[in-house]
């Protein structure tokens, strides 16, 4: 109940592509689906965050699409540049607590 | 003005013995967050501040494992009779209260490694 699940683990894509990272999860509770990015050797930093109200937030070069009755969410980003590489974790949160994160996904942009 | 800031970054020591790890959150978060990240992982909730109290604990692994915030501010996570499987990042995390209280802003964290 309490996991979010993501896919896939890893993730290679050109440069100018769009890179696609699922996640899932079970908890109804869950009220707030944020994005974070880690570059190694640093804490994760918030990339992009949605609540269950809304099935789609923009910004700039990344996207959230939410589908809260498949209980579904992914991050898209577009233009995919060298420097987006890093670990992309999804996380969900019910009430002003901690986050369940997801196991990560580690994605590579070409040059 | 600052972010999160934890110390030292690095701490190597020896199985059975006892550490300290520090954490400076947001000048003004009154929330406070201890994760741990194990290689290739997410980060897995620890405890939960709210000021000086503990108000989940439910993610410290055994009684080892201890935190505190005095003053409300401030916050150190002690474990006592460190383990090889203790070695990890620890990541603290705080957060204000307003407009986007749910973001968590999180610090560099601390590599522990038990040998």
């Known amino acids: 109940q309490q996991q979010v699940k993501q896919s896939p683990q890893s993730l290679i894509v050109q440069k100018g592509g769009i890179s696609i990272i699922n996640c899932a999860y079970e908890n109804t509770a869950f009220d707030y689906f944020p994005w974070y990015q880690q570059f190694p050797g640093k804490g994760p930093a918030l990339l992009i965050a949605i609540r269950p109200d809304v099935s789609e937030k923009k910004e700039g070069r990344f996207t959230i699409s939410f589908n809260k009755s498949a209980k579904q969410f992914s991050l898209h980003i577009m233009d995919s540049q060298p420097g987006d590489s890093a670990t992309y974790f999804c996380a969900a949160i019910s009430g002003t607590y901690k986050y369940i994160f997801g196991t990560g996904t580690r994605l590579k942009v070409l040059a | 003005g600052a972010g999160v800031s934890q110390t030292p970054s690095n701490k190597v020591t020896e199985k059975g013995k006892y550490v300290e790890l520090r954490c400076d959150p947001i000048s003004g978060h009154t929330a406070l967050y201890w994760y741990r990240q194990s290689l290739g992982q997410g980060p897995e909730f620890l405890i939960y501040?709210?000021?000086?109290?503990?108000?989940?604990d439910s993610g410290l692994p055994n009684d080892r494992f201890f935190a505190v915030r005095p003053e409300g501010s401030v916050s150190t996570l002690k474990i006592q009779r460190t383990e090889r499987g203790d070695s990890a990042v620890y990541l603290c995390a705080s957060r204000g209260t307003g407009t986007g209280h749910n973001e968590q802003f999180f610090g560099p964290g601390t590599r522990l490694t038990v040998l």
């Open positions: 501040f709210q000021g000086t109290g503990a108000a989940d």
